[in-house]
């Protein structure tokens, strides 16, 4: 989970799912207030995990003969599961870095 680079706290699983979903640029921090940014390497390490569901799909499509009302299924409980994930692997800064 992560930890609060101001104040040391560490968010729960809700509120840092919370403020991910908003998309938003900065993260309140709700222990201290202060503005906390999700690393660059989290950001990173986020898109390849979003991308874990659809290279599932593809090497089950090569094994497996499903059809296409599974494979749908599959596809939005292996995203959401991406989802629920991420929050742990999840690391703020107090500093706005670039992505690269």
């Known amino acids: 989970m ?12 809700k509120k840092s799912f919370k ?3 908003k998309f938003n640029h900065g993260m309140e921090c709700p222990h201290c207030g202060e503005i906390q940014y999700v690393t660059s390497k989290s950001r990173g390490e986020a898109g390849v995990f979003s991308f874990l569901p659809l290279a599932i799909l593809i090497f089950s499509d090569l094994l497996f ?4 009302p ?3 299924l599959l596809a939005v ?7 629920m994930l991420y929050p ?3 690391e703020l800064t107090s500093k706005d870095e670039p992505l690269w």
Do not use: A, E, R
């Open 2 to 13: 992560p930890t609060c680079q101001n104040c040391g706290q560490q968010w729960s699983w």
């Open 19 to 21: 403020k991910y979903m």
């Open 65 to 68: 003969d499903l059809s296409i």
């Open 70 to 72: 599974v494979y749908i």
């Open 77 to 83: 409980v292996l995203f959401g599961i991406s989802l």
């Open 88 to 90: 742990f692997k999840m």
